[in-house]
């Protein structure tokens, strides 16, 4: 069937960086963009950005620039997020969600059909 | 503005039907998709497009949109719909973003 799995909780500290994988399987990797969206304890869902896992090509929510990198690997099906200088604030759960695609049309969906169980980042002193 | 704007909570007899809002400019242009989320669990897409359910998801939620203004409809609502919703939709960047949430309590 078709699934994201991600890696396991991580603790760092301040100013350190964190890298988490989610593996897709089920179905064909290169076919379908992936986001990363984020979310605080007791907080919202939070948008960070997207990865062609085609062709590598991302676009990063703007609040990230600068301190997010989305990676993929093909050969293992498996796209990474690392985000670096890391504080307090960035404590949270982290996401993969699939993008859904397209319509037959040719009009993108814009819906998150798949998510990853969520991987939990500590950022503690 | 880029934001999308819901109620932080809103409440429904068991049986009866409820709308959750969502506001914002970018959906005057773009559809909004819709996703339940419960406790210790990630999202789920119950509503995409205009009006499209993914397989599994219960014909008592339904989608709809006017103006800057998207909305769900959970007509005969149920004991575990009691859930967190989020609506989400693309920006004029191409970027996307979710409203604040709103957590349905199901009397």
């Known amino acids: 069937q078709v699934q994201l799995v991600q890696s396991g909780a991580e603790v760092k500290k301040p100013g350190a960086s964190v890298k988490v994988s989610c593996k897709a399987s089920g179905y064909t990797f290169t076919s379908y963009y992936m986001h990363w969206v984020r979310q605080a304890p007791g907080q919202g869902l939070e948008w960070m950005g997207i990865i062609n896992p085609s062709g590598g090509s991302t676009s990063y929510a703007q609040k990230f620039q600068g301190r997010v990198t989305m990676t993929r690997d093909t050969s293992t099906s498996t796209v990474y997020m690392e985000l670096s200088s890391l504080r307090s604030e960035d404590t949270a759960v982290y996401y993969c969600a699939r993008d859904m695609g397209y319509y037959g049309s040719g009009r993108p969906t814009d819906a998150f059909d798949i998510w990853g169980q969520g991987t939990m980042v500590t950022v503690s002193s | 503005s880029s934001e999308l704007t819901q109620d932080p909570a809103v409440s429904v007899a068991l049986g009866q039907t409820v709308r959750i809002t969502c506001q914002g400019d970018s959906l005057r242009s773009y559809y909004a998709s819709w996703y339940q989320q419960k406790p210790g669990q990630a999202p789920v897409l119950v509503i995409y497009?205009?009006?499209n359910r993914p397989s599994g998801i219960p014909d008592r939620f339904s989608g709809s949109s006017s103006g800057n203004t998207a909305s769900l409809t959970i007509t005969g609502a149920q004991a575990e719909d009691e859930a967190d919703y989020y609506c989400?939709?693309?920006?004029?960047?191409?970027?996307?973003?979710f409203g604040g949430g709103t957590k349905l309590t199901v009397l």
């Open positions: 989400n939709s693309r920006d004029s960047s191409g970027n996307h973003l």
């Open positions: 497009g205009k009006n």
